[in-house]
């Protein structure tokens, strides 16, 4: 059984940094794509980055040129890191995995504030 455990979150005042990461432990293997999304409060789960088994990333509009997502495929790792953090970035990160099958980490709390 596989499991994704997640860290990095906090409190940061608006222009600052976080680091997320997300380290997938267990049986999970040949992992193809891994992502990371956030769900402010209200709203719906959206898509933040994501980054293909090949290299190829995707971001979202609102984040392009202020996050970038990487992956240790050796440790079965994926990192965000968001810098120009605005309080529109506020909500819970949940990094995602397609091995096989999809698995969600526990999420953590990113808080921006003004």
């Known amino acids: 059984q596989g499991q994704l455990v997640e860290s990095g979150g906090g409190l940061v005042q608006a222009g600052g940094s976080l680091r997320l990461s997300c380290a997938a432990s267990?049986?999970?293997?040949?992992?193809?794509?891994m992502a990371w999304y956030r769900q402010a409060p209200g709203k719906q789960r959206e898509l933040v980055a994501a980054?293909?088994?090949?290299?190829?990333?995707t971001y979202a509009d609102s984040v392009k040129g202020r996050f970038t997502i990487s992956r240790d495929s050796a440790k079965n790792t994926v990192y965000l890191q968001m810098n120009s953090l605005k309080p529109e970035d506020t909500g819970v990160y949940y990094c995602?995995?397609?091995?096989?099958?999809?698995?969600w980490g526990q999420g953590t709390q990113v808080t921006v504030s003004s």
């Open positions: 980054i293909a088994s090949g290299g190829t990333t």
């Open positions: 267990g049986s999970i293997f040949s992992i193809k794509y």
């Open positions: 995602n995995l397609i091995a096989g099958k999809v698995y």
